[in-house]
Nanobody, 126 residues
Framework: QVQPVESGGGLVQAGGSLRLSCEAS????????MGWFRQAPGKEREFVAA????????YYADSVKGRFTISRDNARNTVYLQMNSLKPEDTAVYYCALDLSRLEYDLGQSRKYDYWGQGTQVTVSS
């Protein structure tokens, strides 16, 4: 069993920054592709960013390109989401997800992922 655990959410003013962290247990973290998704009230869950297990492939939703950066530290079993220039429309619960397949495609699809964290709230005030 592998359980991702998110942290780092909070309240920030528009234009500010936050860094989310997701730590996943397991001795083979370096073989997991990792993704970030978010869900705003009344909306469906949407893809934000993903990084493949090799680190060679990184993907972003168009809405966050140039503002968010995903990275991973395999020594710490952790993936990060650095969020800059935050906007009120970034307000959502952010979820970390883990893919066991080692297949580096469809990382923008929620069905790709095997384990999900509980989520962390990000609120951006205007």
């Amino acid at each position: 069993q592998v359980q991702p655990v998110e942290s780092g959410g909070g309240l920030v003013q528009a234009g500010g920054s936050l860094r989310l962290s997701c730590e996943a247990s397991g001795r083979t973290f370096s073989s997991y592709s990792m993704g970030w998704f978010r869900q705003a009230p009344g909306k469906e869950r949407e893809f934000v960013a993903a990084i493949s297990w090799s680190g060679h492939n990184i993907y972003y939703a168009d809405s966050v390109k140039g503002r968010f950066t995903i990275s991973r530290d395999n020594a710490r079993n952790t993936v990060y989401l650095q969020m800059n220039s935050l906007k009120p429309e970034d307000t959502a619960v952010y979820y970390c997800a883990l893919d066991l397949s080692r297949l580096e495609y469809d990382l923008g699809q929620s069905r790709k992922y095997d384990y999900w964290g509980q989520g962390t709230q990000v609120t951006v005030s205007s």
